[in-house]
Nanobody, 121 residues
Framework: QAQLVESGGGLVQAGGSLRLSCAAS????????MGWFRRAPGKDRELVAC????????YYADSVRGRFTISRDNAKKTVYLQMNSLKPEDTAVYSC??????????????WGQGTQVTVSS
């Protein structure tokens, strides 16, 4: 079973940037799709970005497209989420997840604990 550990969250002013990291354990990191989810208070969990394993295709939610960038370093077993032009509505707990198949048809298997991102206005 993979373990996922997020880091990089914090408090930032609107318009600022943060980069989240998610370090994974396990031998076959490159085979898995990786996704970033967020959950804001009172809202459902939302998949904001996803990146394929071998093909590194990407998916972004409409709410973050053009502002967020997902990337991965398979040698470091780490996936990143670069968040630019942050808005107060981006405030949430961000979690990474590991999945089988593809970003269009993922089956998410493992989850990290999450990291808090707070954007002040």
């Amino acid at each position: 079973q993979a373990q996922l550990v997020e880091s990089g969250g914090g408090l930032v002013q609107a318009g600022g940037s943060l980069r989240l990291s998610c370090a994974a354990s396990g031998r076959t990191f490159s085979n898995y799709v990786m996704g970033w989810f967020r959950r804001a208070p009172g809202k459902d969990r939302e998949l904001v970005a996803c990146i394929g394993g071998s093909d590194t295709s990407t998916y972004y939610a409409d709410s973050v497209r053009g502002r967020f960038t997902i990337s991965r370093d398979n040698a470091k077993k780490t996936v990143y989420l670069q968040m630019n032009s942050l808005k107060p509505e981006d405030t949430a707990v961000y979690s990474c997840s590991q999945a089988k198949y593809t970003c269009t048809t993922p089956e998410f298997l493992y989850w990290g604990q999450g990291t808090q991102v707070t954007v002040s206005s």
